[in-house]
């Protein structure tokens, strides 16, 4: 009985903090000291947070500017199909220092579809599409339109 009452109260004591040091003895043994608990000098802890920070920085410029060129794109998209401007693009692009063009495979899918749809409007073009027709097919049309025609001639006509 002595024990079962023992025990409870020394846990009940720990819960409080008051005894039983054991814990502050753990917190006490680990060191305070970030470099220490990495394993490095503190040069060397420095050192490297700094090429931490220089690695973010770069690969948060690095992610603004694959943004911006997306948002560029848009952009680029939207005035082609007249769709309406969006802010949010506009605000990406001038957050990347408004230096931002179209990536080269982009820019070269863009050029071969400006170069599609001149070749579309030029008179070229619509002489090309007159030579993919069927031509048989145009010249029975004309040829059953003229018979047609002069059928109807001849019956209003008695000259001819």
């Not at 409870?8 to 680990?30: I, P």
């Not at 993919?132 to 339109?145: H, L, P, R």
Request: net charge negative.
């Amino acid at each position: 009985m002595a024990f079962l009452m023992k025990s409870m109260l020394s846990n009940q004591v720990k819960n409080l903090g008051l005894g039983g040091g054991g814990e502050e003895k753990k917190e006490e043994n680990a060191p305070s000291d970030p470099a220490a608990a990495a394993g490095m000098t503190r040069e060397e802890y420095e050192e490297y947070q700094k090429q931490m920070v220089e690695e973010k920085m770069e690969r948060d410029a690095a992610f603004v500017q694959k943004k911006a060129e997306r948002a560029c794109l848009r952009v680029h998209l939207r005035e082609k199909y007249r769709l309406p401007k969006s802010e949010l693009d506009e605000n990406q692009i001038q957050m990347a220092g408004d230096d931002v063009d179209l990536p080269e495979d982009l820019q070269k899918m863009v050029a071969e579809d400006q170069v599609e749809e001149e070749d579309k409007d030029s008179i070229l073009a619509q002489l090309q599409n007159i030579q993919n027709m069927d031509v048989d097919a145009i010249k029975e049309k004309a040829q059953a339109t003229f018979t047609e025609i002069k059928q109807a001639a001849e019956q209003k006509c008695s000259v001819m």
